[in-house]
């Protein structure tokens, strides 16, 4: 049963990603049909890593101390609620206040992963649980980034039945979750935890702890700002908004296969630290010559390539952290880890338009990701193996 359970869990982790990029390719749109400005159309994608950033440690302590199933279950109430909300979307404020709460829901959905993992899976098969976790994830971007502009349409004609079609999907995933996952009944695999935020604190004393999130800062950084100003980069080599979509598509696609093979390899191989290495490294040779050249054909093999390397690297940060915290911390380890990545979202992306400034030359930007990823790979360095030889 523990995998139809980490199935579930992972229906939910695809919708909230869904529901969060759900506007990405519909900002013009948006701002058409709303007569609004770009900045405020941005808000329904940049709340939730501002949500996160801001509410990833209650999440983490909540689910270390009441349970990942009660704390999901909160959550995954408060985005259907939210995902229905957006149905009456006459006003631009009303489908603010929806995509709101969805992104409050976020961090109590995702940061239950590797307590859910911790409570079902042994070591030796924690990667690879995690993988298939944060594949589905990487799914739901997919569909976030590409079903609703299908279904809304080019005329925007879908715009209120793809409301629709995202709040029943939502529903329906969150009701399978709440009837279909129970916590384990073995008591020695009750994990729960009354340290509280003092314990999550506690938690960045840990050397190893601290250069995960260090990691996690500067690559969910990376990612974050890479998916969000590729389409600028590249429009300066002649590559346009479809075709740019496309790259980012297959970034994403490699993620999605690399996150479903590369933790496998992981678990077998009995390694964490060199999958982290490889991850990091990876990138910083692949970042410069997909964000420069204008061969389509090459941009999409470079991009693959990236996300089958790099992306995977988000599920072994995921479990290293609750290898090396201890079950009990689960929660607060990958609340801690989340709350780095998505500060670095905000970080990455906002120097990334600063050393922009001019609008015209993105060179700074370029050379600034490049650093960034070569600072992860000397930071991988030297964090300590986490997973356990007799596991």
């Not at 390719?25 to 400005?37: P, R």
């Not at 970034?251 to 964490?272: E, F, M, N, T, V």
Request: aromatic share 10%; hydrophobic share 55%; with cysteine.
């Amino acid at each position: 049963m523990k995998w139809l359970y980490l199935i579930l869990f992972a229906l939910v982790a695809l919708v909230s990603q869904m529901l969060w990029l759900n506007f990405g390719a519909l900002i013009n749109f948006l701002k058409a049909h709303y007569t609004i400005e770009e900045d405020l159309a941005m808000l329904l994608i940049m709340a939730f890593p501002v949500f996160y950033v801001l509410l990833s440690i209650n999440a983490g302590v909540m689910i270390d101390k009441k349970g990942y199933k009660k704390v999901i279950t909160f959550g995954v109430i408060l985005m259907s609620i939210g995902s229905i909300v957006r149905i009456f979307h006459e006003s631009f404020w009303v489908l603010l206040a929806g995509q709101c709460l969805i992104a409050i829901a976020q961090p109590y959905i995702i940061n239950g992963i590797s307590k859910l993992v911790a409570d079902w899976f042994p070591e030796k098969e924690a990667g690879s649980a995690v993988g298939i976790g944060t594949a589905f994830m990487f799914i739901g971007m997919a569909l976030g980034i590409g079903l609703t502009p299908a279904l809304v349409g080019p005329d925007g004609a879908g715009y209120h039945s793809a409301m629709i079609t995202m709040a029943v999907i939502t529903v329906v995933c969150s009701i399978l979750f709440i009837l279909g996952v129970k916590s384990n009944p073995n008591p020695s695999a009750n994990f729960t935890s009354s340290g509280g935020l003092k314990e999550f604190l506690g938690l960045l004393k840990n050397k190893n702890i601290l250069i995960l999130s260090i990691i996690s800062f500067i690559s969910l950084g990376f990612f974050n700002g890479i998916t969000g100003c590729l389409e600028q980069i590249q429009a300066k080599y002649g590559i346009n908004a479809d075709d740019s979509g496309m790259v980012t598509a297959f970034l994403i696609l490699g993620g999605i296969i690399g996150a479903a093979i590369i933790p496998i390899i992981s678990d077998k191989i009995k390694k964490r630290k060199i999958i982290l290495m490889l991850a990091a490294m990876g990138a910083t040779l692949l970042c410069y010559p997909l964000m420069t050249r204008s061969d389509l054909s090459l941009l999409y093999v470079l991009a693959g390539l990236m996300g089958f390397i790099f992306l995977p690297g988000y599920a072994i940060l995921l479990t290293s952290s609750e290898e090396e915290a201890g079950k009990q911390k689960a929660g607060a380890s990958t609340g801690l880890i989340m709350l780095f990545g998505n500060a670095g979202g905000i970080v990455v992306i906002a120097a990334m338009q600063m050393l922009n400034n001019d609008g015209e030359n993105w060179m700074p930007a370029i050379y600034f990701c490049v650093a960034i990823l070569a600072l992860a790979s000397i930071f991988s360095l030297f964090m300590k193996e986490t997973f356990k030889k007799t596991a």
